[in-house]
């Protein structure tokens, strides 16, 4: 089956999610707003809504230079996503904990858990 690019950059993206929650790191995002409008953020995740396909986060907006607390990042308005390496945020160890316990309820985002 071949994929779409979009199909590409969800799975990558996933991929970055993954990464970021487990080894705390911020999470840099171009993302596409309700004004359609192309804002990018570092994130750091606090949560995840799967049924709503959306992240509870912490973001840092790198323009305005802003933080807040966001209940609701669309994981379809996210348009690329690079794990920032060199950073560091708190571990939602309560999440890691419900990821590694319950992967059937995270497959619809991240798959199979042995494919990342």
Same mark, same amino acid.
């Given at each position: 089956m071949k994929l779409h690019r979009g199909q590409t950059d969800m799975n990558k993206t996933a991929q970055n999610i993954f990464k970021a929650v487990h080894e705390g790191k911020w999470l840099s995002i171009e993302y596409?707003?309700?004004?359609?409008?192309? #804002?990018?953020?570092?994130?750091a995740i606090h949560g995840i809504d799967v049924k709503r396909k959306a992240?509870? %986060? +912490?973001?840092?907006?790198?323009?305005?230079? #802003?933080?807040?607390?966001?209940?609701?990042?669309y994981l379809d308005s996210i348009l690329s996503s690079s794990v %920032? +390496?060199?950073?560091?945020?708190?571990?939602?160890?309560?999440?890691?904990?419900?990821?590694?316990?319950?992967?059937?309820?995270?497959?619809?985002?991240?798959?199979?858990?042995?494919?990342?």
């Amino acid at each position: 089956m071949k994929l779409h690019r979009g199909q590409t950059d969800m799975n990558k993206t996933a991929q970055n999610i993954f990464k970021a929650v487990h080894e705390g790191k911020w999470l840099s995002i171009e993302y596409k707003n309700k004004k359609d409008e192309i #804002t990018n953020y570092w994130i750091a995740i606090h949560g995840i809504d799967v049924k709503r396909k959306a992240l509870r %986060v +912490e973001g840092f907006h790198l323009t305005m230079h #802003t933080i807040r607390e966001y209940d609701c990042i669309y994981l379809d308005s996210i348009l690329s996503s690079s794990v %920032v +390496e060199a950073s560091t945020c708190k571990i939602e160890q309560k999440l890691v904990e419900d990821i590694e316990r319950n992967p059937e309820k995270y497959e619809l985002l991240f798959g199979q858990a042995v494919n990342l």
